[in-house]
């Protein structure tokens, strides 16, 4: 067979991601998130890369 048995094997990695929130009052949060601040390339699956250093900022509100 002239399959090779690792070539669907996912590498090893480190991922640091972050979030900050902010709330002013008791209702609102206000957030920055920062998702592979490393930039580290890699694949969950195979043949698939995922995204470098990305980030997203939100509102949420909480309605009783």
């Known amino acids: 067979d002239s399959h090779d048995s ?3 094997m996912v590498q090893e990695y480190i991922m640091l991601n972050s979030n900050i929130s902010y ?3 008791p209702f609102i949060d206000i957030f920055v998130s920062g998702k592979n601040m490393l930039n580290r390339q890699y ?3 195979h043949g ?3 995204p470098g250093i990305h980030f997203m900022t ?3 509100l909480r309605i009783n």
Do not use: D, H, K
């Open 48 to 50: 698939f890369p995922m």
């Open 43 to 45: 694949e969950i699956v």
């Open 23 to 25: 709330s002013p009052f």
């Open 6 to 8: 690792n070539a669907n």
């Open 58 to 60: 939100g509102l949420r």
